[in-house]
């Protein structure tokens, strides 16, 4: 089965549209979650105000240090930055450490989803497109954006694990395991960096950038996790002081 894609658009082109929507859906939902859980409703507002500046303005710089000046687009480590440089700007003014461990395990919680629903619009611009493939559910793109033979559909299977992700993430969460937010992290970095070996543009290197930042956070995270695990435990859902 081939999956047959158009990058001929007349209208505005869907991996716009998939950015918006993705920063759009994120940050209401972190919005959402940092009010039901203590935060002031102000600062809960100017996390929401500065992250997606923040966020386009580190993507598109991560794109360009790490192309030597060469290449300017988005990049979803970049990006990632940009997410939490806004809420540890905010954790910096409000001086509150409860309050900030909140604000960076929501974000942290809705990312996975924030990068499901974006790569639905890389997967129809056909950026970023996977290695050459032909087996079940190919993708061949043909128009002015991007034109391919048979590629692996690397984009959607983004989109499928790291809805996963998130949601197996917010049921955890909601159970309250104390371990939600560390797994989230864990299991969305592991993602990115496996399944960037299936893209097109990771042929002929070893690792790439992205791979080895996703892979030294996932480090990071087993050791918090480890650490935590030695920790007494502390049962629902922590919710920060007023």
Do not use: W
Not at 11 to 24: F, K, Q, T
Request: charged share 15%; glycine share 10%; proline share 3%.
């Amino acid at each position: 089965m081939t999956i047959h894609i158009d990058t001929s658009y007349k209208l505005i082109p869907p991996y716009v549209v998939m950015i918006v929507l993705s920063c759009a859906l994120g940050i209401a939902m972190q919005y959402i979650m940092n009010t039901k859980r203590g935060i002031e409703k102000r600062t809960a507002g100017f996390v929401a105000l500065l992250s997606p500046f923040m966020s386009l303005f580190f993507g598109l710089l991560l794109t360009y240090a790490a192309s030597g000046g060469k290449e300017f687009g988005l990049s979803s480590m970049g990006g990632l930055a940009g997410m939490y440089g806004s809420v540890l700007t905010l954790a910096l003014i409000i001086g509150d450490r409860e309050k900030s461990v909140v604000m960076f395990e929501n974000c942290t919680l809705v990312l996975p989803l924030m990068y499901s629903v974006s790569k639905v619009g890389c997967f129809l611009a056909g950026c970023c497109h996977g290695v050459p493939y032909s087996g079940p559910f190919c993708v061949e793109y043909t128009g002015k954006v991007t034109e391919t033979g048979s590629v692996f559909p690397v984009q959607l299977s983004e989109t499928l694990v790291f809805f996963l992700i998130f949601a197996a993430g917010m049921l955890m969460f909601a159970k309250g395991s104390r371990y939600a937010v560390n797994m989230v992290f864990i299991a969305s970095a592991a993602a990115k960096g496996l399944l960037d070996f299936t893209r097109e543009s990771h042929i002929g290197k070893l690792v790439s950038l992205n791979q080895i930042l996703c892979f030294l956070i996932m480090a990071v995270f087993i050791v918090f996790l480890i650490i935590k695990r030695k920790k007494p435990t502390c049962v629902g859902i922590r919710k920060a002081e007023q």
